[in-house]
């Protein structure tokens, strides 16, 4: 059982709401595809005490990596895993999207209802391929 804190959440979740404001926010503001975190600068950070595992299971937790889109690269430190040294490098894989791509992500999805009515995106290729092929064979001498 988790130990509440003070403020009546969880210690786990604590943890999870400071790297993420810390750690995962400016990473992908920043565009940054990758960042470390060591758990002992966590762990000092929220003033725990003893606690060194709880962040380590936090920070490796499937809940958090689907929550914040990462994928754990590299874990670091001792073969217990539960250490102030361990340093976990994250991958992000959905980065904020910078001011200068904004208007091209407002346009996505946009020919999707198109290429629907002309039988999915494959078909549309597969039938430009054979008109402009076949424009090949008609107009060039044989």
């Not at 073969?79 to 791509?101: K, N, W």
Request: glycine fraction near 8%.
């Amino acid at each position: 059982m988790q130990k509440k804190s003070n403020r009546g959440s969880s210690d786990t979740d604590a943890v999870r709401r400071y790297v993420v404001e810390h750690y995962v926010r400016p990473a992908k503001r920043n565009g940054r595809g990758s960042f470390r975190v060591v758990v002992g600068d966590v762990h000092r950070a929220l003033g725990l005490h003893n606690r060194v595992p709880l962040v380590c299971n936090a920070l490796s937790s499937r809940k958090f990596l689907e929550q914040n889109s990462l994928r754990i690269v590299e874990r670091t430190g001792p073969p217990s895993g539960q250490s102030t040294t361990v340093v976990l490098t994250y991958e992000t894989f959905d980065r904020e999207v910078p001011d200068r791509f904004a208007a091209l992500f407002r346009i996505r999805g946009s020919g999707k209802k198109t290429f629907s009515e002309l039988g999915g995106g494959e078909n549309f290729l597969r039938s430009e391929r054979s008109s402009f092929q076949s424009t090949l064979d008609t107009e060039s001498p044989r």
